[in-house]
């Protein structure tokens, strides 16, 4: 089959690899119908994902229509069609009884790199980094999904992939990011970062209760969505976002503040940003964290910060003292997919939100690799990629 390999930093490869086949009686195949270029996915790109392999195939926002089922997959059949969730779960463990599938303890084979590296291993991802499991992606023409019992779900077919799709990732993030968010009447909520797991976390947060969303980026482009979507905005690059803040908060501060940039925060915004784009390249550091401490200097006191841009390491320098003086609340996580999945597509169903709207750019698989020039880059107003393979 094809799919989109990774062979270095800015170096992906759309490459013959074997068909994946049934592992295990709890297995799938899916034969892909559509699948997408996450922000995360640039991480690997930019090559600051450490654990990654040449040939490993990409990808972890996918969906379509299942090919094979292993012996103990009882709610599927061949010809079912499903969006599988970003994250890997076995349904059965202390973390996936809880709901916190993202915490699974049973599906990461390599648990004990990521035990030395975070104290304790997460969940396995697919295409992403053998520290989470080295499973094949997505961006591809078939996938393997272990735990298929629980993971996938279908989806009706009055929907198109285009509105379904962003359910196994960026749609659950960005609703995740709001409700960690705890949001009360009256309250703003500020967010950084117009991608789309930002775009996302503004309708959510709005689709909450929120009053006023502030959405703070620099691309024009994603500013009008977030405008479009009814947030008041800020340009990063043109004006101060702690004063922008101050002013529209009487001074108070933002109610919460979500961190939808991550680990690769523009380097020119400001001095710390420098810097720690210099520490990273000189391996003084692991992480560039200029927004996490932006969105700490900008939440009230005793207001939450959520945080769903992803960080990797041991990130340096922040306001431990802003935070425990004032009494923020931190929420944090990589999403448990599968716990959102059913309520969300139920809201896409009742026509509550229509996620399609962040779609930029359809594109063959073939042209995976430039699309990943494309988005990382922002060209030619790209938002969101969408493969057909
Ligand atoms: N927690 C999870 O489960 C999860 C899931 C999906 C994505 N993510 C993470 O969410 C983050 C965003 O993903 P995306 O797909 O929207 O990516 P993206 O790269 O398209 O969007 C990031 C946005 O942040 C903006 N930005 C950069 N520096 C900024 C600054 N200083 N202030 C404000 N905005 C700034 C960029 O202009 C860009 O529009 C990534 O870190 C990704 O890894 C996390
Ligand atoms: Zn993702
Ligand atoms: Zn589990």
Redesign the pocket.
Known sequence: MKALCWHGKHDIRCDTVPDPTIQHPRDAIIKVTSCAI???D??IYDGVIPGMERGDVLGHETMGEVVEVGAEVTNLKPGDRVVVP?TISCGECFFCKRGWF?GCERSNPNHETAEKLWGHSPAGLFGYSHILGGYAGGQAEFLRVPFADVGPIKVPSSLTDDQVLFLS??FP?GYMAAENCNIQPGDTIAV???????LFAIRSAFLLGAERVIS????AE?LALSEAAGAITID?KHED?YEKIQDLTHGRGADACID???????VT?SAD?ILDRVKVATFMGTDRP??LR?VIHCCRNFGTVSI???YGGFVDKIPMGSAINRGLTFRM???PVQHYLPKLLERVEKGEIDPSFVITHHAPLAEGPAMYKT?RD?QDGC?KVVLKP
């Open positions: 996450c922000g995360s640039l991480h970003f993202s990732d960026i993030t950084w970062g117009a991608g789309p797991v930002g703070i980026d620099t691309v994603r990063f976002v939808a940039v991550g680990t690769e925060a523009d915004a940003s200029h927004v932006q769903v841009g992803v996580a990589q999403t988005f922002k938002v």
